[in-house]
């Protein structure tokens, strides 16, 4: 192995060589735990500590890392202090997770490290929201992110490179290709010669490094990462490496030929560097044995520390108020009540409008949303006003762009997303199911982010333009969930889904959006979350309902003037205002539930469950949950008016009152 010192000193070639060393022999440590039992599991990244050395050294310590789980030498490298490390990969308190998740699935705001999640592919979208936000606040920064071989074939790795290269961030792409996705060899993974090469199909800049030099590895990082800030680009790194243990120790490596390990062997990065610093007299035995001794010192301290920790405790309340990060929700009033008859869509665009006015660093992301204005016009005139930086359009592609903004949202700035349907969400389901709303309660970073959801029947769309998801959604503790029925809660629950700093599922009915006109302040406002409305008030029956339901129940009730009802519009759904619902049961004795999504496995379901564990004694009658059929949205408009349940609430209505 050839090394260049170029015009580095002997004090930064000791430097590289003491951080390759330590997490190296923090691995060895953690290989005798887990054959003692004492640590649960380890993914090792033995032999490809140049990598996250080289690259860690060349960032700016303000310029953020996305390392993968085989990267120990980044939190090393950032100076990640050893005692809370050995404490979260032990499931303890101190740790960077309070034991709620296991391995590198952390990050550190303090160390500008993200780490990442099981399904790999969301964190290279993050790192296009994290560039993004240096972007457009003209810092001259770059962001590296690591991913292995076997991900590049996510599709989230190509819409990241894509959006990366279409917007011109400032991101290293870092593969490291060490041969093998857990088992399975690169011949299996990919047909092209060097994963570098797929570069050219994005219209970037590929390179391919020697990733066990770590001269090398740094030299050409560091000359990049030059580059990057004053020409902000991405770049795609392609780092031949081997790792010299299996996918994770139970794995084992007897998948790969004794010849590939022999060879690569020879090339251990520490060793070849060992010997190379050693013959230019850089390097003694006596300085060897110092930096082992101060190390395993280090390990040895912080290791008891950890140990000696208690086991961390469940608190049932703690675990819940984790969920997400607290907000004084305290409604703000829009001063003089000077209103304005709008509709729907108009009341969502200017809610839409002063958040925008309300905060400098919110940025819109969506496809078709800048000069066109969106396929409901919603945004119509925004780029003029507040320029194409904050109002983006993006490549059909859902799951980055949900990636994006939860970047935007580590880097402080907030994101609101517009899906173009609600159907299309399915595409991005994995990052907001799986990163939006967990990461909160894993290691305290919030996600401020709101996707705005145009859903629902009623308009001939069909299968794919017509549902009414909020189920896929409300099942997904840290997510908050609001769907408004009248122009006024429309804009004001926005305006609030915009300050909340958790990640909100905005639901907007496109059958309402130019069929219903009401009365709206001019001023900008907000409404509390997780609080129902009570539009009528009686005594016969309580009728739950949102979105479109509620208008479905208003018209129900105008034909029949006698029912005296309860009429509440839920607004939102997660959190769900159980408390008004629950008191009207008490009152009414009776409990109709109205939803437009299908009905099995829907919010009328569990409103249901609810009501009988905590109000069967006040209940004169069976619970009716009237919805949609189980199947998907027709077309044609017989169809569609079978297949919603318009006429059903209003049979199923009078059955119960006649029960």
């Known amino acids: 192995m050839r090394y260049h010192i170029g015009d580095l000193n002997p004090e930064e070639l000791l430097r590289f060589y003491g951080r390759m060393l330590k997490p190296r022999m923090i691995e060895e440590k953690m290989l005798i735990l887990l054959r003692q039992g004492k640590v649960p ?10 990598i996250s050395v080289g690259v860690a050294s060349a960032l700016k310590d303000s310029e953020y890392i996305l390392p993968m789980h085989r990267n120990l030498g980044v939190f090393t490298t950032r ?7 050995f404490a979260q990969w032990q499931g303890k308190a101190s740790g960077f997770t309070k034991g709620r998740d296991r391995s590198f699935h952390f990050g550190s705001q303090e160390h500008k490290i993200v780490g990442m999640i099981s399904h790999l592919g969301p964190q290279l979208g993050v790192a296009n929201g994290i560039a993004l936000a240096d972007l457009i606040r003209k810092k001259k920064r770059v962001t590296a992110v690591f991913t292995g071989e076997g991900a590049t074939s996510e599709g989230d790795f190509h819409e990241a490179l894509n959006v990366a290269s279409v917007w011109n961030l400032p991101i290293l792409f870092c593969i490291e290709n060490n041969g093998y996705g857990l088992s399975t060899p690169t011949r299996e993974q990919y047909n092209c010669e060097h994963l570098a090469d797929r570069a050219k199909g994005y219209g970037i ?32 790194l392609e780092f031949k490496t081997f790792r010299m243990r299996g996918h994770e120790e139970a794995s084992g490596i007897k998948y ?43 390990i040895n301290m912080s290791l008891k520390m950890a140990f000696d920790e208690d086991p961390v405790v469940f608190n049932g309340k703690r675990e819940l108020d984790d969920i997400y990060q607290k907000t004084e929700d305290k409604p703000i009033e829009p001063g003089v009540l000077d209103t304005q008859e709008i509709r729907f869509v108009d009341a969502v665009s200017q809610g839409l409008r002063q958040s925008m006015e309300e905060h400098n660093e919110l940025v819109l992301m969506g496809q078709d949303i800048a000069e066109y204005g969106g396929v409901f016009k919603i945004t119509e005139g925004f780029v003029k006003e507040f320029g194409r930086n904050r109002v983006r359009n993006t490549p059909i592609c859902e799951s980055v762009i949900v990636s994006a903004a ?9 994101a609101v997303v517009e899906m173009q349907f609600a159907d299309f969400v399915s595409s991005g389901f994995n990052p907001i199911v799986n990163y939006l709303a967990k990461i909160h309660y894993r290691w305290g970073q919030n996600a401020d982010v709101v996707i705005r959801m145009p859903c629902g029947g009623g308009v001939g769309a069909g299968p794919f333009h017509s549902q009414t998801n909020e189920a896929w959604f409300t099942k997904t503790p840290g997510l908050k969930v609001v769907y408004p029925a009248f ?171 006649a029960y």
């Not at 100076?79 to 490390?85: A, F, G, Q, T, Y």
């Not at 030099?213 to 990462?225: A, F, H, P, R, S």
């Not at 939860?406 to 907030?414: H, R, V, Y």
């Open 41 to 50: 599991k380890w993914f090792s990244g033995m032999g490809q500590e140049a």
């Open 79 to 85: 100076n990640v202090p050893l005692k809370r490390l």
């Open 205 to 236: 800049e590929g390179r391919i490094i020697e990733g066990n030099n770590i001269l090398e590895v740094y030299t050409k990082v560091n000359e990049l990462c030059k580059a990057l800030r004053k020409r902000p680009r991405p770049v795609l």
């Open 256 to 298: 790969v030929p004794e010849k590939t390990i022999k060879e690569w062997a020879k090339k251990d990065p520490i060793a070849n560097f060992e010997a190379f610093l050693l013959k230019q007299g850089i390097l003694n035995d006596k300085k060897i044995e110092k930096l082992k001794t101060d190390y395993m010192e280090e």
């Open 406 to 414: 939860m970047g935007l949202s580590i880097n402080s700035m907030k």
């Open 487 to 657: 122009p006024a809660d429309a804009k004001g629950l926005l305006t609030a889904s915009i300050n909340d700093p958790n990640p909100v599922l905005f639901f907007e009915h496109k059958g309402l959006y130019r069929s219903i006109s009401g009365d709206v302040p001019k001023a900008y406002y907000t409404l509390p979350l997780g609080k129902a409305s009570l539009l009528k008030e009686g005594n016969d029956v309580s009728i739950v309902t949102f979105g479109a339901g509620v208008h479905w129940a208003l018209e129900t009730l105008e034909r029949h003037s006698n029912i005296s009802a309860d009429l509440i519009d839920l607004r939102t759904l997660a959190p769900l205002d159980t408390e008004t619902i629950y008191q009207s049961v008490q009152k009414t004795g009776k409990l109709i539930i109205l939803q437009e999504d299908t009905l099995f496995g829907g919010v009328a379901s569990d409103i249901s469950a609810m009501v009988t564990e905590h109000c069967f004694e006040y209940l004169d009658g069976p619970i009716k949950r009237v919805a949609s059929l189980d199947t998907p949205v027709p077309f044609a408009k017989s169809l569609e008016e079978g297949f919603l349940p318009k006429k059903r609430f209003e049979d199923d209505l009078l059955e119960l009152l």
